[in-house]
């Protein structure tokens, strides 16, 4: 996702989360000195909420599921979030809440190392946290497949930067590869693993259709175990689809039937073409049409089955 102030991303606006109180956002601020901002010492989560206009609801998807990764991540880097669960939830409906919004939202909590010093560390330092949001519609088009190139970057590794705690220094590795891959002129980069193997996208996981299975990295390939990949196992498991989590070869790439990118931001996308091989028909394939459809109508609150996915803003009843 391209973010920042500029035209490019999606601008954080409305009311903010920090110090433990709701402030509007020209007014959430810290300091240059922050030692997050000076070693990338923080946590973080982005979670989606989806408008839907005959309700007049925000449902956010997998809230819980969310901070409860959130919490693992502080574990590791021994951040003291000062929230229990529940608390933490209650912010993220208030963010959206007291902003008001009625559109499509993304909401950014953050866990980070607030002590303004110049120590390299993660003891005897204060912890923070916050939480913004910003609306944000599709980060791809999701209707059309997306040409990816498998990155010379690898991907970070559990014992260097764990990428299964969402660690906000950790994203210079994917910063780098999606900056290459779209300077070559790619939609998103692939990143291998340090031996080798298929890992996941700059911000989403992957998934191959094969012989009409769905193969995905296993959670020990480097990935950030994401929520709507979880997601989409319950959802191929409703479809009837088989799913394998195991190593990928990259070369497996080249040949599976289709491929789709999936996270909070990308939703699920499809991937027509890897380094210039296209990737069965060259167009989205007929398993992740299914896996969309049922995804896109099950964030909206469509889908009876999968409603205990959502938390609804202003009818403000945690799930
Ligand atoms: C590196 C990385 N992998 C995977 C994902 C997908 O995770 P989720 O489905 O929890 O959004 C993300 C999401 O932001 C990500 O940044």
Redesign the pocket.
Same mark, same amino acid.
């Given at each position: 996702m391209s973010e920042g102030h500029s035209g490019a991303g999606f601008p954080a606006r409305g009311i903010a989360y920090l110090d433990r109180r709701f402030v509007p956002m020209e007014e959430a601020k810290i300091s240059i000195a922050t030692h997050a901002f000076n070693y990338g010492t923080g946590c973080f989560e982005?979670i989606r909420g989806y408008w839907n206009s005959e309700r007049e609801e925000v449902y956010l998807v997998k809230l819980q599921k969310?901070f409860q990764?959130l919490l693992n991540s502080t574990r590791l880097f021994r951040i003291d979030i000062g929230h229990d669960l529940q608390q933490l939830c209650d912010v993220a409906i208030e963010v959206v809440r007291r902003t008001g919004y009625r559109e499509d939202v993304y909401v950014r909590p953050i866990a980070y190392k607030a002590s303004p010093v110049i120590k390299v560390g993660l003891l005897h330092l204060q912890d923070g946290f916050c939480c913004f949001s910003a609306p944000m519609g599709a980060y791809f088009d999701i209707t059309r497949g997306l040409v990816v190139t498998v990155s010379g970057w690898r991907r970070n590794d559990d014992n260097a930067i764990p990428?299964r705690a969402?660690a906000t220094g950790g994203y210079i590795n994917?910063a780098l590869a999606i900056a290459d891959a779209q300077e070559a002129g790619f939609d998103e980069a692939i990143l291998l693993t340090g031996d080798g193997h298929v890992s996941? +996208?700059?911000?989403?996981?992957i998934f191959l259709v094969m012989s009409g299975k769905l193969v995905t990295p296993a959670v020990a390939d480097d990935?950030?175990v994401?929520?709507?990949?979880g997601a989409i196992l319950e959802l191929a498991a409703k479809l009837g689809v088989p799913v394998v989590e195991r190593r990928v070869d990259r070369t497996e790439l080249y040949v599976a039937d289709e491929i789709f990118l999936?996270?909070? +931001?990308v939703q699920i996308a499809p991937v027509t073409k890897v380094d210039g091989r296209a990737i069965g028909e060259g167009k989205m394939g007929e398993i992740t049409r299914a896996l969309q459809d049922l995804y896109l109508a099950a964030v909206h609150g469509e889908v009876e089955e999968f409603m205990d996915w959502l938390t609804p803003v202003y009818a403000n009843r945690s799930r």
């Open positions: 982005g969310h990764r990428a969402k994917a996941e +996208g700059s911000a989403a996981n990935i950030l994401g929520i709507t990949r999936c996270g909070t +931001g």
